[in-house]
C-alpha cells in the first residue's frame, strides 16, 4: 500500500489525467481510481 500524499494540480493537467483515467476504464471495462491513474503517469514519465 503507498502513502497518502496531497498535491495540487493544475487544472489543464487535471482535464488530461481525467481523460487518461477514463481511456483505461474503457479498455478495462472497471473501475480504475484516480491515483492509479497519476501512479501509472508518473511511472511512464520516469522510465523516460
Request: aromatic residues 2%.
Amino acid at each position: 500500500m503507498g502513502k497518502r500524499v496531497t498535491i495540487i494540480i493544475d487544472d489543464d493537467i487535471m482535464v488530461k489525467v481525467r481523460k487518461l483515467q477514463s481511456e483505461m476504464i474503457k479498455k478495462s471495462e472497471r473501475t480504475v481510481r484516480f491515483s492509479r491513474t497519476i501512479n501509472e503517469v508518473l511511472r511512464t514519465s520516469m522510465k523516460k
